[in-house]
């Protein structure tokens, strides 16, 4: 299947998965007649781009999958009245940024999964997502982690196999919900990796003592749990 028509009364479809396929765009307002979609699945097809047009109507919508695309481009105000999304899958594709204004004030979004893209730099975006419960950004090409992230609901952050050399000391400051950092096979990591792993989290809190302080403020071990919050080096 390489090409769409507008899809017709289909106002109580709820799912529709067209994974697999060669579809190379979404024609505009494809959904405009299926006001009732909660997922829609489009993994494994050729897609190079979204228009806004084509997502148009979908009020309704909670999962959007796009993995393993040729997706470069997102159109702003694409999901801006999408507001009830909460999971959005756009890895495995060829996006090296994010428009500001791609997604719905406030956002209720909890998952947004942007692995193996070519990102060098956290989408500014991202900080918008007051919401959010699991960032991934594995395999990427971002170098950097400056300011402040600013999404205190996070649980999850996934930033393995990126080009990591920095880590600001704030960067982690208000992110109180976090448990899982995974920062395996980056350049900053191996240093840190060198000096094995019982020595890993004193070595973290000599050199990010206010980022341990603002993340980590109830990090403890005990011998029968382990540590309550997991950090993933390698």
């Known amino acids: 299947l390489k090409y769409l028509e507008k899809l017709e009364n289909c106002q109580k479809l709820e799912l529709i998965d067209l994974s697999g ?5 979404l024609p505009d307002k494809f959904f405009e007649n ?5 997922e829609i699945y489009l993994r494994d097809n050729k897609i190079s781009s979204i228009q806004a047009s084509a997502l148009k109507g979908l009020i309704r919508l909670s999962e959007l999958y796009l ?3 040729k997706i470069k481009f997102i159109e702003a105000d694409t999901l801006t009245y999408h507001s009830s999304l909460a999971c959005l899958d756009l890895s495995n594709n060829e996006l090296s940024s994010l428009p500001h204004d791609f997604y719905a004030s406030p956002s209720r979004l909890l998952k947004l999964l942007l692995d193996k893209n070519n990102f060098n730099e956290l989408p500014e975006v991202i900080d918008n ?3 959010l419960v699991e960032l991934t950004l594995a ?43 995974d920062l395996c096979n980056n350049r900053c990591v191996r240093s840190v990796c060198n000096f094995g792993n019982n020595n890993i989290l004193p070595f973290l809190k000599n050199c990010y003592d206010e980022f341990l302080k603002a993340t980590f403020c109830n990090f403890h071990h005990d011998t029968k749990n382990g540590y309550t919050c997991r950090l993933i080096l390698d």
């Open 21 to 25: 396929n060669e579809i190379q765009e």
């Open 34 to 38: 299926c006001r009732g979609l909660f």
């Open 67 to 69: 993995a393993n695309n």
């Open 129 to 131: 997502l007051s919401n």
């Open 139 to 181: 395999d990427n090409k971002i170098r950097t982690l400056s300011g402040t992230l600013k999404n205190s609901n996070l649980r999850t952050l996934s930033l393995k196999n990126n080009e990591i050399e920095f880590i600001s000391p704030m960067f982690f400051k208000t992110l109180t919900s976090l448990n899982t950092i």
